[in-house]
Structure formats: C-alpha cells, structure tokens
C-alpha cells in the first residue's frame, strides 16, 4: 500500500493565523477571558501604556501566555520564549509577539500577587456551578531552596560555636610555626592563614543571620525563598511551603488557595474560605477538613462569616 501523502512545503496557500487555530482549542478561551479584564483595576504593572520611551509588551498577552504556559506544564520563561516563535496556538494567542524569557520571567514576577486576583475573577464565571461543599486541605510544595540554605537558631548557634574551635585550633597551629613554609601538621602557615580568614568571614556572615533573626524574631531563615521553611513530609523534612486549598466537592474545581509558611494545617479554615464567602454573601458556604484544622477560635471565626 502507498504512504501518506505529505503536504508539498512549496504549495501556496491563502489562510489567515486564525484559521490555523482550531475552534474548540483551549487557547480561545484564554484569550476571550483574558480581553474580559481590566488589566489597570486588578493593579498589572504597564496596565497604562507609556507616552514615551520604547513600547512595552501589552500585560494582556503575557498573562495569556502565562496561563496558556500553565494549561500545558510549561513552566520554564525560556521554554515560553521559544514556544511563541513555533507554536501556532501561542503566536495566535500572543499575536506574533516574541518577548525574551527575562521579559517573561519578569512579569511573572513583578505580579505575583496580581494573578491570585486574575484567579478569584475566573471563579466568578462558575459561582453558580459550585453547589456542593468545601473541602480544605493542605499541600506541601518543595521550593527553591536547599535545606543549607535555611538556618534555625540552634542550627546558626551550631555553625558558629563550630567555626570558633576551628578558628582557634588553627590559631593554636599558627603560634607553633617560625616559619612560613615550615609544616605545621597538616598545612603549612599560609594555609592556616587562609584558613582562619575564610573561617572569620563565615562566621561573621553567619553571626549577622543571628542577629537579624533575633531583630525580627524569626524562628527560620531561607536565604533563597524567604517564606519557605523546613516542614515534616512524607519522606522526613523538607525546605517548603504549605499551600491550603479548598475544593467544590461536585465539580472538584480549585476555588480558592492560600500560600502559608506554617507546617501544620491548625486555624486554617477561616483564612482558605473567607475569599469565597465574600463572593457569595447571600449563601452559607458548607465545608469540611480533617482534625489538624480544629481550632476552636478558627470555627467561631467560619461561624461569624457564614461557615460551618
């Protein structure tokens, strides 16, 4: 039997961008909900187009990319970049725009708090679809952060204590030696030299994180995700954060979530439903969680607003 046949490259053609999009694709729903916004009211950086300088890149077709991007596991802003120069969906979706992934990534960014907005107005469309109750759980998600990068007080009390011995060991080995190039055990005296400096600069630099987590009370410190902290998971301890999300039980849509720095669950449902509950006030929203959530000061703060 013959192969399919193949499209001839050097066929003309006359089709328009949009043809080329199917029209069930989930890209035109982005679009049309996106063009449904106002950018300026939800507080989008460049929401109002400058009168001088070089034209910026409209935020209505970065957030569309973003959600697009999130739609379809794209995470990275490189991997967005490159999908607005090949991907037929994105180039429709995005008008042809081609930013770099900096430009991306910086408005990621620069709106982080914005898109839980753009998150809350989508849910509005489906109000009346949400008619079962609240289920409120929590999640912990894995950060940036490398478990050496986050610091207790007794951690940083450790390191420090560690580093004087080490500083006077050294010190001890230094006075033994006349001699520069004379060995001293194991280093000569130049190296112990450019050990006791490297050693005093770690100590200070770790002194200085003592003392700001003092000044700020501060039980953790991440130095790469600032509000992540070393959480009990399944598998021992994690650096991460703890990510409440309420779900409709009929639909088992995302309605509402709320990035936390606690590891535990305790005195969470107030704070995970109040945003839906002040979207459908004329309701009582029913909802329910496992025991790590009871707290008795928590359930009489639901009850006030409207939530059993």
Known sequence: MPYVE???RNQLKILSLDMMVDQKSIA?????????LNMEELGFTRAKSAIE????????????????????????SRKLAYACCVNLEVIWLTGGMQPDFRTISDFRKDNVEVLKKV???????FLDLLIGYQSVDGTKIFANNSKDKNFTGSKLDDRISWLKNHIEEYMRQLEQSD?????TGKFTAKELNEKIAEAKERLE?????RTFMEENNLSQMSLTDEDARLMKVRNGFAVAHNVETSVDSETHMITNYNVISNGTDYGQ??????????AIPDKILESTADKGYESEEDMAGCLLNGII
């Open 6 to 8: 193949t499209i001839s």
């Open 28 to 36: 035109r729903v982005i679009d049309t909900f996106v063009n449904s």
């Open 53 to 76: 300088g070089r034209p910026a890149y409209p935020p209505q077709e970065l957030l569309k990319l973003y959600i697009y991007g999130h739609r379809y596991s794209i995470r990275s």
């Open 119 to 125: 998150f809350l107005e989508f849910n509005k469309r």
């Open 179 to 183: 001699d520069e190039e004379e060995l």
């Open 205 to 209: 630099k770790y002194e200085k994180y």
């Open 269 to 278: 449902m107030e704070a995970t439903l109040l945003d839906i509950k002040k």
